[in-house]
């Protein structure tokens, strides 16, 4: 979205208890990729606002609501009956007040919604719920009124009120309510969940290769004042899904034969970060590529390219290694769909099977330990690149902040990853909603390389490396 608003002063949300309310619009789930929409803000008296969010090009209304004070109701409420479930709030939860960011209470009250919709709880309205009322929500009320923060062991309450179509949540900590919220549903919407069309701003294509601009992309930012490199990386795997239903490379057709069972694994990539990343300005518009560089019998090579258009500078290069699965199991291409890419790329002899980047974890080494959450999912439910990468962010701030020795740089109180210049992903199983990952991290002995180690239980799940540049390490507090 881009902002129009005629207020330049710089407002914070945390100082007080604030409320936040929104009517959905149902077409808003409707909506594809790269649709582009406009918002609005009007300051209305003291710190109350209210806002709209309408389509770019229909202007029509998608989204309307106010910021206000906050309500108490809701807090003071004692439910006889509810589903609990409980999040420990990470580093990458803070913003840059090092309190929980505002946004991240809904997604707790989600992840809570989630939880009680999945395990069936049973209150008489939850229980007939399923994924398609995700779809179904046509206002939501969040109410904060205490902050929280690193380490704090929460418990989100849900429960209905059947008589409103609402699910109400209590986010505690120990005896204090933290937060509220409301999400009111519509049972009678019929729209079901879907593949939705493109509006990609799409400025070169052919069997191999893709471009396209993007405005504001990148509009998170962390608690350090720059672009959130967790969002960013969750970029990479939405280019090369996206550009698949462009046609790229014929997999479309390819999957298409093979049947429901058959599908393309990512499981490993390699991205280089610019140090100018880390400064872009916030509403750089940005070009994106992607490439198919070679074939395998069983896989395909590619690469791609975020670039910031004013400056023609390559801010994040991602280099993907996918291969061919049909049934569960690595599958040879076909030799039409060979023949027909050799004809633009090479073919490329190396191991097909995700390799290791390192066997051995050496007695020094730090233990960090989290559960994936409803909001870690992809599409796929199970927890992207962009989430492992987050954990692995998470696990680094955990040694920074309790002064372990597993890590000889000096990082300060937290872990800035301004001064990550690469980071190496491989991907061999999946993390799924409810795992304890246990982060396995240490320091390479004789090189700049953190290194991570996620697995389930016994099980090595994924194994990254951040290559650190030392002359870019930011000493937190």
Known sequence: T????DQHEKFSFHSKPTSFSANINPKYYQYGVSTSGHLKMIQSQNSHFSYQIKNSKTKELVVDGNITNANQDLKSQNPKKYHSYQITVRHNDLCNTKEVDLPQFLCYAMSGIKDAIASKFDDGYIGQMNKTWYSKATHFRLDCHLPAYVNDILTIKSWSNAAKNQINCQIIRADDCLSTFTITYDPDISYTPKLLPLTLDVTWQDIISIAFNVENSVCFWDR??????????????????TALRYDLWDVPQLLANIGIKGSMLMFSNTVNNHPMFYTMNLNSPLKI????????NQSFFSISKIIDRKTQTVLSTFTFHSILVKAGKPAELPESTKNRLL?????????????????????????????????DVDFNNHAGFASIVSYCLDAASAVASSNNLAYRFDFGNDFNP???????LYYYSQLLIGDEAIIETWQGQDNNSLYFNIRAGSEIKSQVEFIIDPQYICQSN
Do not use: W
Request: with cysteine; proline share 7%.
């Open 2 to 5: 881009s902002s129009n608003s």
């Open 224 to 241: 350090f004042s720059q672009p959130d490199i967790t969002k960013f990386y969750s970029i990479a795997p939405e280019i090369y899904t």
């Open 289 to 296: 590529t992607l490439e198919l560089t070679a074939i395998g």
């Open 343 to 375: 004809e633009h790329v090479p073919m490329k002899n190396s191991n097909e099977q995700p390799k290791r980047l390192f066997e051995n974890i050496p007695q020094n080494h730090y233990k960090y330990y989290t559960t994936v959450r409803h909001s």
């Open 418 to 424: 301004s001064c990550i210049r690469q980071k190496k």
